[in-house]
């Protein structure tokens, strides 16, 4: 019996386009009402001109794999999809190409929407959104103005990085050692401007605890916490004794406040403001000089400094804890935004503090009992002794541990008045504006006799104007400034002349609360209705690289946790669960002469990797196994293979390349093996289901019912690899039991390939096995118990400990039995025959191994 031959390009596009027309995807269709919801979301793209290659479908693949999975368990599943369209990358590239960014991303979007149906992914495209559309950004500065309400949008002089070739103000994470991460290489420059910032740092602490309720990657969360660097410590109260007569406090910050006795000398920044007062007229020019010398420095420099330089006051303060005077030092390996910008040297207990005692002769005082370390004649020990033990050297303390000796001391100091417990977190307030074009302008109206304004809610939104020269300025404003038509209003308050804001919002504000508008986007009455983000949030599964651990996930996390405050959504995290999915490397070439990278089609990729060298100079090549990218010349492109081998193979080669949470090295060889297991499926489904088979034996039944719990339980716990694995040792299997399988088996099957090869399974689903629902509202096949017979078994036959097959044999089958079995088996030939067995090991009920020579 001759079946249709297997032929995707016939049938994937125009599935896709039914799919469309029919708005399948769409959640509001009625035919989903009465289903629960899913929020599946993947992480916000934004649309570059270069296009998507086979790393960016892996991430798109893995989230619809599991999109269409919880599908077909009964669920309404929303998808969306839309741009984050705002930012550096879409304005310098506008720059470079002379276009217009409102164009040029235009054109962007159309590629990029065009590739990603080609994925044919469940997204519910009647909910695309776009950060640059008006009608989106009037509520992100609507939310804004939300959060100038609350006081935590102000303004502050700032020094900022400043990048003379990008003419930008940098985040600090877009510095790399002092360098612009976004020209690389432009050395950086500190100015101080005044800018808006967001009060983050009011959130530290819940954004620090509420991790734990996350079901988020513990890596991730790992991320974040240091990040937020959340310290639990005291600050201690000094007393020094100015040249003046005066008496100053002066306050350190310290994590081991039971080290108290062990206190030899005090530590200030250098832009520690007690140091006009404290400073002996003796000493003061050596301490100008320090001054001048480490503001030289950059902040990256100085934090990078090994040398542990530093200064004496001259003056000595008073440790409450024991009377003892100790001197006071500046240095710069104390930073001045930290704690209190003052610390209390411990050197016997802290790594710096030792270096810098032993560099300039000042006293170790052991007061944590080191054990099992090395000392000096004196027994004085050679290095910081950071571990636990007995206290000692502490008067009262003595003999008792670290953290009782914490209380008691932290207690003494309270009932004395000279200190108190205290958290500190590394986290700064987050910089919220560019001087830039392209971003949404700050809604706010400067006026002289009012001061800062908000834009009247209704007056919302403030719309970036066309400009000609969206090119920044030489000074460092934004082009806005420019634009007198712009910038010149009347004051809302006053009715005075006023001016406009002219910064614009950095590249994460479109993206910090997109989740919340997919629900409901053509909403022009608020940013959601509270219906739709009751029904719809939180998100239950963010899919996204890696590289967003910290910044996105933490602001969004933050603006979430702002409006659950204000009442506007009920929940306070966005999103319950997260999966990073690992990223698609191949090799990169490089010759090291040219400086440059060399693309596919200047290489023989046939040839030996030692033997490949560069067309230009002859140089060998530099070859490494590096993340995806155009700029490193080692992409591949999904549409030629999608044209060869179809989508669907494509979508089965992403999953099986690895483990989805890991990187994985691309080979183009995957894709040729998955073409080859769905044309082996397509043929074996297609003649199985000609034969009409009444009922299926019981080992077809069981094999199939297994088949079932393998793929199953190995797409929830996210292991796709592995469900691609077992349809492929399925099918070894069921090619020999050919004739045994009623449609229903077949069926089982084909709902099983739903997720991962949606067109393949549709197109047997409808256009052979003649079904009329989608494949995809289908209920996902469930693994029954006692299939079949319940005396057969699925065997395991294993070659030298590997399994290799399976038979099926019955319940408590001796060792010959199940020989004879096996060498009916077709398999037998293939894995056994012609070879000489050295043992056989057999387990009853359980497994057969043949150890061979
Ligand atoms: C005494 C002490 C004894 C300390 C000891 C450590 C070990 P984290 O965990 O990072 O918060 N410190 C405080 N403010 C600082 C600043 N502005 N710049 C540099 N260092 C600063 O660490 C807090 C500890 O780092 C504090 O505890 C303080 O040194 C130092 F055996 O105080 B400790
Ligand atoms: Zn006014």
């Known amino acids: 019996m001759a079946v249709k031959k297997f032929e995707p390009n016939m049938y994937e596009s125009s599935w896709r386009k039914r799919w469309e027309e029919e708005d399948v995807y769409n959640v509001d269709n009625p035919i989903n009402a009465t289903k629960k919801k899913y929020y599946c979301l993947d992480m916000f793209p934004y649309p570059s001109g270069e296009g998507l290659h086979v790393g960016h479908w892996r991430g798109y693949v893995l989230s619809d794999v599991w999109a269409r999975y919880k599908m077909a368990q009964g669920y309404n599943v929303l998808h969306p999809m839309g741009w984050d369209n705002f930012g550096l990358p879409a304005e310098n590239d506008a720059i470079r190409k002379e276009i217009h960014p409102k164009i040029s991303t235009a054109h962007n979007i159309n590629n990029m929407k065009r590739q990603l149906k080609e994925i044919g992914c469940v997204y519910d495209w009647s909910k695309e959104l776009n950060t640059t559309d008006p009608g989106y950004y009037k509520w992100t500065q609507f939310l804004f103005l939300k959060m100038f309400e609350q006081g935590l949008a102000y303004q502050e002089l700032q020094t900022v990085n400043w990048c003379n070739h990008c003419k930008v103000v940098l985040a600090n994470e877009e510095v790399e050692g002092g360098k612009c991460e976004r020209c690389g290489g432009t050395d950086i420059e500190r100015r101080e401007i005044n800018q808006w910032m967001l009060k983050i740092t009011q959130y530290a602490d819940r954004l620090s605890t509420d991790l734990d309720k996350l079901d988020w990657p513990e890596k991730v969360k790992d991320m974040q916490r240091n990040w937020i660097g959340k310290s639990v410590g005291a600050n201690v109260k000094f007393k020094v004794k100015c040249p003046d007569q005066s008496i100053e406090d002066l306050v350190v910050y310290t994590t081991r406040p039971e080290t108290l006795f062990g206190v030899s000398f005090i530590v200030i920044a250098p832009e520690h403001k007690i140091i006009e007062k404290i400073v002996l007229g003796s000493k003061q020019n050596e301490v100008n000089d320090y001054i001048r010398k480490t503001h030289l420095l950059s902040n990256v420099e100085r934090q990078m400094n090994k040398d542990k330089s530093g200064v004496f006051t001259g003056n000595y303060a008073v440790n409450p804890i024991n009377g003892r005077t100790i001197p006071i030092w500046i240095a710069n390996y104390v930073l001045k935004d930290y704690g209190t910008g003052a610390i209390m040297a411990v050197p016997a207990h802290d790594e710096r503090d030792f270096c810098y005692a032993a560099k300039y002769n000042l006293p170790i005082i052991e007061v944590i009992e080191a054990k099992n370390v090395e000392r000096d004649d004196a027994g004085i020990l050679k290095e910081a002794y950071t571990g636990e033990g007995k206290i000692v050297n502490s008067d009262y303390l003595n003999g008792l541990d670290i953290v009782s000796a914490r ?57 970036l104007p066309d400009v000609e020269s969206y090119q920044p300025t030489d000074d460092g404003s934004s082009p806005l400034a420019r634009i007198e038509e712009f910038v010149n209003t009347t004051c809302p308050k006053c009715g005075k002349l006023a001016k406009r804001e002219t910064d614009t919002m950095p590249q994460w504000a479109g993206s910090c609360w997109y989740f919340l508008r997919y629900p409901d986007v053509k909403n022009c009455e608020s940013f959601a209705s509270k219906d739709k983000l009751r029904k719809w949030l939180p998100v239950d599964m963010y899919v996204g690289g890696i590289e967003h651990a910290v910044l996105h996930l933490l602001y969004a996390r933050f603006w979430t946790k702002v409006f659950y405050d204000l009442k506007l959504v009920e929940f306070d995290e966005p999103f319950v669960r997260l999966f990073n999915q690992g990223m698609i490397t191949r090799d990169s070439h490089r010759c090291k002469k040219c400086n440059r990278y060399v693309y596919d089609n200047e290489i023989d990729l046939t040839i030996p990797k030692e033997e490949r060298v560069c067309q230009t100079c002859g140089e060998k090549l530099e070859i490494n196994c590096i993340k995806m990218s155009k700029s490193k010349g080692n992409v591949v492109s999904p549409d030629e293979l999608v044209n060869q081998y179809g989508t669907d193979a494509l979508r089965i080669s992403e999953l099986f390349v690895g483990d989805p949470s890991l990187d994985a090295e691309w080979s183009d060889k995957g894709i040729k093996g998955a073409y080859k297991l769905l044309n082996r499926y397509w043929k074996f489904l297609l003649e199985e289901s000609e034969k009409k088979v009444e009922t299926s034996s019981d080992r077809a039944k069981i094999a199939v019912n297994e088949l079932i719990k393998d793929v199953t339980c190995r797409i929830e716990s996210f292991k796709f690899n592995t469900a691609i694995a077992a349809f492929m040792q399925f099918i ?43 494949v995809f509202n289908m209920k996902y096949p469930i693994y029954e118990d006692g299939v079949g017979d319940n005396r057969l078994l699925k065997f395991p036959v294993s070659i030298n400990g590997k399994t290799k097959f399976f038979v099926y044999v019955e319940q408590g089958a001796t060792q010959s039995q199940v020989e004879d079995i096996v060498k009916s088996d077709d398999s037998y030939i293939k894995y056994l025959q012609g070879n000489e067995v050295v043992k056989i090991i057999f387990v009853p009920n359980r497994q057969i191994n043949y150890v061979l020579k």
């Open 407 to 463: 209380k008691i001391v932290i207690k003494k100091l309270e009932e004395m008045g000279c200190g108190e417990s205290k958290v500190n977190f590394k986290m700064r307030d987050w910089i919220f504006a560019r001087q830039r074009y392209w971003g949404e302008p700050i809604p706010i109206i400067h006026c002289e006799h009012c001061g800062v304004v908000p834009v009247p809610y209704d007056q919302l939104p403030v719309e």
């Open 732 to 774: 070894n299997e069921a090619e020999k039991m050919s004739g045994e399988y009623s449609q229903k088996e077949l069926d089982n099957i084909v709902k099983l390939f739903g997720p991962i090869a949606p067109h393949f399974a549709e197109e047997i689903w409808i256009n052979h096995f003649g079904n009329k629902e989608h």
